[in-house]
């Protein structure tokens, strides 16, 4: 079975709200957004390490959600390779240098050094990420209601009478044995 690994460039989906995709990457590498400048720094970042296609793809699909575009190389591979500030111009607000991961026919701009040890995740399903207050619950007098006893309702208020229907005549018909 085949493994990939993931990493994060710092690159944005075209159109997307930085300040927006950046609460997003915040969110899903569960740091706080005074921090997440060191994660946009264009230095590769492997975000998991030898996982199936399936578990790519979802990578993908979260990091695509927050606005955002990861590489998926095969395990193994050397990182991808990102743009340095000399070789290639700084995007315009809210554009990425990068394209999407699935179109290879582009050059590929010089390799970046990726920091031995560092590595991220992101939370397990199920985990709590907002930590916000919660709304307040909504204020719903139930005081006028009341149940019934046990074994004391009907539902035939909810019976629906249908006219009985005519049987058509079938007195023409026969059995035949072959």
């Known amino acids: 079975m085949e493994s990939f690994d993931i990493y994060f460039l710092g690159e944005m989906l075209p159109d997307a ?23 946009f720094s ?16 979802r990578y993908r699909s979260a990091f695509r959600d927050a606005g955002a575009l990861i590489q998926i190389v095969a395990s193994g591979s050397p990182p991808p390779q990102a743009a340095t500030p000399e070789a290639a111009p700084p995007p315009p607000v809210g554009r990425s240098t990068a394209t999407s991961p699935e179109s290879d026919d582009q050059a590929i701009p010089p390799l970046v050094q990726v920091e031995e040890g560092v590595s991220f995740d992101l939370a397990e399903p199920g985990a709590i990420i907002d930590h916000s207050k919660p709304a307040a619950p909504a204020d719903i007098n139930t005081g006028a209601l009341e149940a019934l006893p046990p074994n004391t309702g009907s539902l035939e208020d909810c019976r629906n009478d249908k006219p009985p229907q005519k049987i058509p005549d079938i007195s023409h018909l026969q059995l035949v044995d072959d």
Do not use: M
């Open 17 to 39: 709200d930085p300040a927006k995709v950046r609460a997003g990457v915040a969110k899903l590498f569960k740091v706080q957004e005074t921090a997440v400048d060191r994660l």
């Open 42 to 57: 264009g230095k590769p970042l492997r975000v998991k390490q030898a996982v199936d296609a399936d578990s790519a793809s």
